[in-house]
């Protein structure tokens, strides 16, 4: 069993900065994919950014040079850097994780651990 818990949202001016931060509490196997996707009121699931346990990753096309993805694995722990921050950023963003590799369907992808999930809001 894997308990995710994120930490780190708020409210910021656009043009501003968040780190988002994501614990993973149990037992993590040596091959996992894990995720941040986000959900704003009225509109469905999206998937932010991935990161696989050999460090690859990738971005949802509206996020791409002001995300970035990290992990540190001594402290089980994901993060996601926002910088340069938009209104159309706004939303609940959760952390999500599974044990295979996220290759490029992860967007997709059932995950079977998520965390509760922080709120991002951002105003103009």
């Known amino acids: 069993q894997v308990q995710l818990v994120e930490s780190g949202g708020g409210s910021v001016q656009s043009g501003g900065s968040l780190r988002l931060s994501c614990v993973a509490y149990?037992?993590?196997?040596?091959?996992?994919?894990m995720g941040w996707f986000r959900q704003a009121p009225g509109k469905e699931r999206e998937g932010v950014a991935a990161?696989?346990?050999?460090?690859?990753?990738s971005y949802a096309d509206s996020v791409k040079g002001r995300f970035t993805i990290s992990q540190d694995n001594a402290k089980n722990t994901l993060y996601l850097q926002m910088n340069s921050l938009k209104p159309e950023d706004t939303a609940m963003y959760y952390c999500?994780?599974?044990?295979?590799?996220?290759?490029?369907?992860?967007?997709?992808?059932?995950?079977?651990?998520w965390g509760q999930g922080t709120q991002v809001t951002v105003s103009s």
């Open positions: 999500a994780a599974d044990f295979f590799f996220c290759s490029g369907s992860w967007r997709t992808a059932h995950f079977a651990y």
């Open positions: 149990g037992y993590i196997y040596s091959s996992y994919c």
């Open positions: 990161i696989d346990s050999d460090g690859s990753t």
